[in-house]
Structures are given as C-alpha cells and as structure tokens.
C-alpha cells in the first residue's frame, strides 16, 4: 500500500487470474462442480444435436451460468462457514445447508426451463 493513497487494488488481469484460479480450485476439489459442469457440457450438447435457435441457446447459457454460479457460491459460503466455525454450530449448519437449498432451487428450476425450450425446440 502506498502512504496516503489508499489500498492498491488489483489489475483487471490479475483479477481474471484470481477468478481462473478459484474455478480450478472449485473444479479440483468439489464433486458437485464437476458434476453440474458435466451436466451443463450435456445440455450444450443437446443443443447443438437439436438445432437451438439463438433465443433458446440464450436460455440454456444463462441457466447453465446461473447453476454454475450458484454452486460456486455455494462453495465459497462453506468454505467461509468452515473457516470461522471449525467446531459444528447449529447457525453454521443452517447457512451451509441455505446456500445448497439456493443451489438445489435453480438446478431444479433451470431443468424444467431447459425441458421447456428443448420439448419446445423438437416439436417447432
């Protein structure tokens, strides 16, 4: 930090690094990332094997992003929780079990939005 002016913050670049690392870190050690990741890979997939029309594609994208997105948070809240509460506590628990119910509530929300547009984009 430089006297008088304040925290320095990061480059634009820096910040991109600091993101591609915390989806590796995320990818490395958390079985769900992978998982919905694979999901998502699928979903592009059918999309492509389907013929998606630029508004549908809009659709899966942003539902995939959200679902990624999601358990990302997810992750970083537990990771927090676990940090500062090593030892269970009831409160502990029921932040970590909040931020899953968040991730639980957009995955189930994004598969019936993607049944929609691809129902919608084989029988159109």
């Given at each position: ?88 506590h009831p409160l502990a628990g029921r932040a970590k079990d909040i931020s899953a119910s968040a991730v639980w509530i957009i995955s189930i929300t994004s598969a019936i939005v993607g049944l929609c547009v691809y129902i919608h984009?084989?029988?159109?």
């Amino acid at each position: 930090m430089i006297p008088g002016k304040g925290p320095r913050h990061p480059t634009v670049r820096k910040s991109f690094h600091y993101a591609r690392q915390g989806l590796r870190s995320a990818f490395a050690n958390e079985r769900n990332i992978k998982i919905i990741l694979s999901i998502g890979v699928l979903a592009v997939l059918a999309g492509f094997i389907i013929g998606l029309d630029l508004i549908e594609w809009a659709i899966v994208l942003l539902c995939c992003g959200a679902v990624v997105t999601a358990e990302l948070l997810n992750t970083a809240i537990e990771s927090v929780v676990d940090l500062v509460s090593p030892e269970f506590h009831p409160l502990a628990g029921r932040a970590k079990d909040i931020s899953a119910s968040a991730v639980w509530i957009i995955s189930i929300t994004s598969a019936i939005v993607g049944l929609c547009v691809y129902i919608h984009a084989l029988l159109g």
